[in-house]
């Protein structure tokens, strides 16, 4: 398996506060991807990206960002958090002559 | 973006193959098939992919029909362990400067002893 991790694991936080989650993958891919998992929706793509600094926006950008200052690493934040973004985070990595994303093992975040 | 149905829910017995068909009316030509499976707690996990006619690996088998509007993964004989979530997904084969791999809500197998 592709080595992707995230952190934190889990995250509990209240509303307003800004919240950064990482995802940091060793497979030198080039593309990332953040979605989130809710009960009922399966997984939504929220931001990806094909490439340092290149981001785009998935089906649910509202109220997140991303940045990609290295290869390895894809950073998530929510400016200003709400409850309706308590979810499962998780990043996926695929590289360019692959045809299969990588998951890492989710975050779990709450915000109270 | 072509989207995909399947079932939300299936069950089965520990032996049986079991059969989950999806649908993908608006498949594009550049699309593929890629199903994931999903354990809870965890991320999806690639299972197989397939363009068209049949594709076998250690897993699985894909069955594709000519006109390309459907698709059933199949598992032979399974087991516990393979309840879970299965996802179907229909684009283009490499990597996301399309951003367009939907993940629908996927199929939930139970395999019951």
């Known amino acids: 398996d592709a080595g992707i991790t995230q952190s934190p694991r889990h995250k509990v936080t209240e509303t307003g506060t800004p919240v950064t989650l990482r995802c940091h993958q060793t497979e030198n891919h080039r593309y990332m991807y953040w979605y989130r998992q809710d009960p009922g929706h399966g997984l939504r793509l929220i931001h990806y990206?094909?490439?340092?600094?290149?981001?785009d926006k998935g089906e649910v950008s509202d109220g997140y960002s991303v940045s990609r200052s290295k290869t390895e690493d894809f950073l998530l934040t929510l400016e200003s958090a709400t409850s309706s973004q308590t979810s499962v985070y998780f990043c996926a990595s695929q590289g360019v002559l692959s045809y299969e994303q990588y998951f890492g093992p989710g975050t779990r975040l709450t915000v109270t | 973006l072509a989207k995909t149905t399947q079932p939300i829910s299936m069950d089965s017995y520990e032996g049986q193959e079991v059969n989950i068909t999806c649908s993908h009316n608006?498949?594009?030509?550049?699309?593929?098939i890629t199903w994931y499976q999903q354990f809870p707690s965890q991320g999806p996990r690639f299972i197989i992919q397939?363009?068209?006619t049949k594709v076998t690996n250690e897993v699985a088998s894909l069955f594709i029909p000519a006109d390309r509007k459907s698709s059933t993964l199949s598992l032979p004989r399974v087991s516990l362990s393979d309840t879970a979530v299965y996802y179907c997904?229909?684009?283009?084969?490499?990597?996301?400067?399309?951003?367009?791999?939907?993940f629908g809500k996927g199929t939930k197998l139970s395999v019951k002893p």
């Open positions: 990206s094909y490439g340092v600094k290149d981001t």
């Open positions: 997904l229909v684009g283009v084969r490499n990597g996301g400067s399309q951003g367009n791999l939907i």
């Open positions: 397939g363009y068209k």
């Open positions: 608006n498949i594009a030509t550049n699309d593929y």
